[in-house]
């Protein structure tokens, strides 16, 4: 098994909410992200999925600082992340690059794409001379599939596809290590994402990439990741190795998920159990007591309401925030089995 190249431990972000007229007092926080604990192993794709508004876009931007954490520490290969001054983090952004979810909104239209490119050699002092500059830019335009004689134009003169390109090719530019891939598929034609998510797994295999793969479309992260963690309103409820969470989930939320992505044959779809949700994700401002699913679990039960649970391993490699694997679970369960034996001792 690898070793961590990216472990998370406790890290928080919390965003400050004010009211109160002039004086604008601090009422509260929005608790994007929550004490969350996961790992990312060197030379493997972690992929990280939940809805909307679950915090895992904010948790990918606060691993790279590029949202400063409330609390916890990140640390990467050996060294704690949030302690970094600006000098120390620069030199940390070297190894460690983001892919955002929409290329055109994150790549300056005021600049050709040849530009943006070199961006990150001119921030690092990397192929210092303008010959090696250009030549670096062109070979990873061609290791994306550009053509580097089109580094002279815009992004508006691209398609959707090409500008998701030059955004993995501006991130592969430093030679990093980690890349953070935040949705990168998602404002793209389905037509396109396959190319891009083979792209981003040949790169991996060339280059010796590690990412974390944020997401929503369960069937893509299935397609590119080696294990998966599951979100849910700033938390982590499941990591689990791919197979194993798409055959056997341990948490009721992953069940959730899952019973709603489509599968392509008729009859396993018309005889699969639909797991169905009632009510809203609560409100990251104010955050249910105890278990944050226990609003919507179908499986709640007594301790929900006040233990929230930390991840305990349900099977070997399969980690669950949930009471039905932990301590409080076996017990209850243990209970319900002598009940059950004493009923059927009664003549």
């Not at 210092?128 to 815009?154: C, F, Q, S, W």
């Amino acid at each position: 098994m690898a070793e961590p190249l990216v472990a998370v431990e406790g890290l928080q972000v919390w965003f400050p909410v004010h009211g109160g007229g002039l004086l604008q007092r601090r009422t509260g926080h929005v608790k994007a992200v929550d004490g969350v604990d996961f790992d990312v192993r060197r030379g493997e794709t972690l992929g990280l999925v939940g809805e909307s508004g679950c915090g895992k876009s904010t948790a990918g931007l606060a691993l790279l600082r590029l949202v400063e954490p409330t609390g916890g520490r990140v640390v990467f290969d050996g060294e704690d992340v949030t302690a970094y001054d600006k000098r120390a983090l620069r030199r940390f952004r070297r190894r460690a690059a983001m892919i955002f979810q929409d290329p055109f909104a994150s790549l300056n239209p005021r600049r050709s794409i040849g530009a943006s490119i070199a961006e990150p050699l001119e921030i690092h002092g990397l192929h210092t001379g303008k010959r090696a500059r250009h030549d670096r830019v062109g070979e990873v335009m061609e290791i994306v599939g550009l053509n580097p004689d089109y580094r002279n134009r815009y992004p508006h003169e691209f398609s959707g596809g090409q500008r998701q390109r030059v955004g993995i090719a501006r991130a592969l530019a430093a030679e990093p290590d980690f890349i953070v891939c935040d949705e990168p598929i998602a404002s793209l034609d389905v037509s396109i994402q396959a190319q891009v998510l083979n792209l981003l797994e040949r790169l991996q295999d060339e280059l010796g990439l590690t990412y974390l793969f944020i997401a929503h479309d369960l069937s893509a992260v299935a397609h590119v990741s080696d294990r998966i963690a599951v979100m849910y309103l700033g938390r982590i409820v499941e990591i689990a190795p791919r197979d194993r969470l798409y055959e056997q989930p341990a948490h009721p939320y992953t069940r959730a998920l899952l019973s709603a992505v489509p599968i392509p044959d008729p009859r396993r779809e018309r005889e699969r159990r639909r797991v169905i949700l009632v009510g809203d994700v609560p409100s990251p401002l104010d955050p249910p007591s105890g278990c944050n699913f226990r609003t919507r679990c179908p499986d709640v039960f007594e301790p929900c309401d006040t233990v929230d649970p930390d991840l305990q391993e349900a099977w070997l490699g399969q980690w669950a925030a949930c009471h039905l694997h932990g301590v409080v679970g076996r017990e209850v369960e243990r209970s319900e089995h002598l009940n059950a034996d004493e009923r059927q001792a009664v003549p």
